[in-house]
């Protein structure tokens, strides 16, 4: 059964709950399974056909100890998550449109909020509500948000009875419907903060929190962030149920990503890890390019991030680009560590060679200028009459530079739904596209947060006096 380590050295292995609740490794290393499960090609071949929340369950029951949620539950929960609690808008979950003579879109903005991240974290809020139930404990989960994730997070929690959910922003400096998505959540557990300062101050103050000890612990606090293996594991099943739809595994096929933290396009290689045919993964970055860089050079090098207009990419460092460095690295811990702190203290690293030459087997990268984001997204729209979001176009912009078989299957993931980003979208094609019927009522509702200042005793007064733990 699958039991978790830490990618700075293995330690005591833990528990899929474990790790669930902890978030990051106390050593700072972020949790991988011991040995990543196989999924044979058989099984694959059964995928074919199946229900989205059938095929998470085949992926999923692979990691999930029956200690921690026994396989009922397991199911229970995930069928609830993708078939039952209608959050969803599209009974594929993530359908595949085609594009193209060998190209899909792979559309993973059906949920709440719009963007992919709906995928993984509204069944985590279900996992985690189980989990703490079983423990009889509550937990108070903190994060900073420039706009994607918050939303995303909160649309997970809203309905978690053992959840307390806290999430600052900064005060005047997010869309409007990025905010709205936040704060027309009427729960008694969800409190948005809106702070006088930028993201940066944010992000510090719930740094700030997490590193004061007596404090963590008496609000349980938890992190809301792209670290959580979880949600990694969750979202290597639409890389499966895609496959499945397109001929896999008898045919191979390769994926196009937009990437900033490097957690979307790493769940897909964890799908090839495990078994999945994949031709090739293929990066899109936008102007903050560390990514496409390190594919190039070898060398991992941190620049001041410039802001652009698919924002939720505008990110120097890829957290989860640890875990795929420690598999390419053979699991050598010490090394690891050491690269990590060089990187933490002087902004850079390199790998040897043979390390490179391991990440480029299955990756290609590519950047994107801001230009050609928009010239992408009006090709998009002259060519096939649709709209995508402006990190849709990195994606698809790296898909079309990458030299793929033309015989096989070119998925491009769709990120987010392009009422996301009206004002890039309108830009690109002179179309203003409309918010979707079922999340347009947010642009009346009230709306409900509190204004603070970029005071971390202001923060951690309102923490005191409105979580319940
Ligand atoms: C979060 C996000 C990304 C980046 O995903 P990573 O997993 O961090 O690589 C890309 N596009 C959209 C729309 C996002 O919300």
Known sequence: MTRYISTRGPGEPKDFAQILTAGMAPDGGLYIPESLPVIDRVKIERMTGQSFAEIAFMVLEQFVSKDSIPPNVLRALITHTYEESGVF????????????????????????????????????????????????????????????????????????????????????????????????????????????????????????MFADAPFRYAMRLGAVNSINWARIIAQSVYYFSSAAALGGPDRPVSFAVPTGNFGNVYAGWVAAQMGLPVEQLIIGSNRNDILTRFFETGEMRVSQVQPTISPSMDIQISSNFERFLCEIMNRDFKSLAKLMSAFKANGAFRVSPEVHKRARATFSAHRCSEEDTIGMMRACYEETGRLIDPHTAVGLHAALKAANRPDLPLVSLACAHPAKFPDAVEKATGIRPELPERVAGIMTKDEHFTPVDADLDSVKEFIRNHVSV
């Open 89 to 208: 808008g599209h009974s594929c979950v993530v359908p595949l449109s085609q594009i193209g003579p060998s190209t899909w879109l792979m559309e993973l903005y059906h949920g709440p909020t719009l963007a992919f991240k709906d995928v993984a974290l509204q069944l985590l809020g279900h996992l985690f509500d189980y989990v703490l139930e079983q423990r009889g404990e509550r937990m108070t989960l903190i994060g900073a948000t420039s706009g994607d994730t918050g939303s995303a997070a909160i649309e997970a929690c809203r309905n978690c009875a053992h959840v307390d959910i806290v999430i600052l922003h900064p005060h005047g400096r997010v869309s409007e419907v990025q905010r709205r998505q936040m704060t027309t959540v009427d729960s008694p557990n969800v409190h948005n903060l809106a702070v006088k300062g930028t993201f940066d101050d944010c992000q510090a103050l719930v740094k700030a």
